[in-house]
């Protein structure tokens, strides 16, 4: 199994940050191998499944996507599976004060 991680430090709230990256509008912005996501009408939650559009080298296939844990603004946790196969966890922290 490969694991890939991923740091950023953002001047802003944990709320704040929770609002932008768990809108799944702008995943598109961020990863240029998204075309779409089809974002499921009742928003995000625990055990919500939704699709996303992907594109690699000319090739289009859609991946399916499950919310495996849910806790705003902190933590998500999300399955991607068909011809991608992933666990992908969010985590948000507050950084101490200086």
């Not at 950023?8 to 990256?21: F, G, M, N, Q, Y």
């Not at 598109?28 to 009742?42: K, L, M, Q, T």
Request: net charge negative.
């Amino acid at each position: 199994m490969t694991t890939v991680e991923f740091s950023v430090e953002v001047d802003a709230l944990p709320e704040r940050v929770w609002e932008v990256t768990s809108d799944l509008a702008n995943l598109p912005h961020w990863d240029r191998h998204i075309e779409s996501v089809r974002v499921p009408p009742g928003g995000l939650g625990r055990g919500v499944r939704y699709q996303v559009v992907m594109r690699f080298m000319g090739f289009r296939t859609t991946v399916e996507a499950e919310v495996l844990e849910w806790e705003p603004p902190w933590r998500a946790v999300v399955r991607l599976s068909g011809l991608l196969e992933a666990t992908v966890s969010t985590s948000i922290a507050a950084l101490p004060q200086e």
